[in-house]
C-alpha cells in the first residue's frame, strides 16, 4: 500500500470486531513506527500494549468510572477551551457523528452509552498506551508522541486495522498504571484503540471532515 492511500484512508473507528489482533503485527508496527521523526532523536516514547484478558480489565475499569461520572484525572491538562473556528470543528465532529449513528440529540441513554463505549475503547481488542518520563519537557515530548503514534495508525491501515486516538484513555492514569504496572514516575499520553473496524457500522465508517488546503496553507 502507497503511504498516500494509508493517509487518506485513515480514519477514526468506533467500532471493532472482537478479532484479537496477533502480538506479532503489534510488534511489527511499533518496528515500522519506530522510525518517526522526534526532538533531537530523543525518542521520548514508550509504549505498552494491553490486549486480551488485560484490554478487558482496563474497559471495564474505566467504563466504571464513567458510569459513577467520575471527573478526569489525567496525568496531562485536557484543553476545554479553543478559538472560535477550532471549537466549531470540535462541536460540529460531536453532532455530525452522532447524527451518522443516528442517535438523536434528546436521546440521552444512547449518548451515555456512546460514552461509555468511549471508555471500552469501542471494543478494540487492544489498546497501545504512549508513556513520557515524568522529568521530560511535555510539549515537545508530546510533540513527538504525536509523530509515532500518527505513524502507528498510518502502519496498521496496511495491515488492514483500524485505530483511534482516544482521550478517554487517559482519563484515570492510575488505573492503567495500576492494571499494566506501570511505574508511577511515567506519565500515561495517550492511548490507541486499535483492532479490525466493524465492516459496515456507521460508528465505523464515518470520517470527519477536513479544512480545505485554501483555508489552511498560505505562502509567506
Not at 456512546?114 to 508513556?131: D, E, K, Q, S, T
Not at 479490525?196 to 479544512?211: D, E
Amino acid at each position: 500500500m502507497e503511504l498516500n492511500t494509508a493517509i487518506q484512508e485513515r480514519r477514526s473507528i468506533r467500532l471493532f470486531l472482537p478479532d484479537p489482533v496477533p502480538r506479532d503485527i503489534i510488534a511489527r508496527l511499533v518496528d515500522l513506527a519506530r522510525w518517526a521523526p522526534s526532538w533531537g532523536n530523543t525518542q521520548p516514547w514508550e509504549i505498552v500494549a494491553a490486549d486480551g484478558e488485560k484490554a478487558k480489565e482496563l474497559a471495564e475499569a474505566f467504563a466504571a468510572e464513567g458510569r459513577k461520572g467520575t471527573p478526569p484525572r489525567p496525568d496531562l491538562s485536557i484543553p476545554r477551551e479553543f478559538p472560535e473556528v477550532h471549537q466549531k470543528r470540535y462541536t460540529g465532529l460531536g453532532r455530525d457523528l452522532l447524527t451518522f449513528m443516528g442517535v438523536a440529540r434528546e436521546d440521552k441513554q444512547a449518548r451515555l452509552q456512546h460514552y461509555l463505549n468511549m471508555y471500552r475503547f469501542f471494543g478494540a481488542p487492544a489498546v497501545i498506551y504512549l508513556l513520557i518520563d515524568g522529568a521530560l519537557n511535555e510539549p515537545y515530548a508530546c510533540l513527538d508522541i504525536g509523530s509515532i503514534g500518527t505513524t502507528l495508525a498510518y502502519g496498521a491501515v496496511q495491515e488492514g486495522l483500524g485505530t483511534i486516538y482516544l482521550a478517554a484513555s487517559m482519563h484515570f492514569p492510575d488505573i492503567v498504571r495500576r492494571v499494566l504496572n506501570i511505574p508511577e514516575g511515567k506519565k500515561v499520553v495517550i492511548g490507541l484503540a486499535i483492532g479490525y473496524p466493524h465492516p459496515t457500522a456507521p460508528a465505523s465508517v464515518f470520517r470527519s471532515a477536513r479544512a480545505p488546503v485554501e483555508e489552511i496553507l498560505r505562502f509567506a
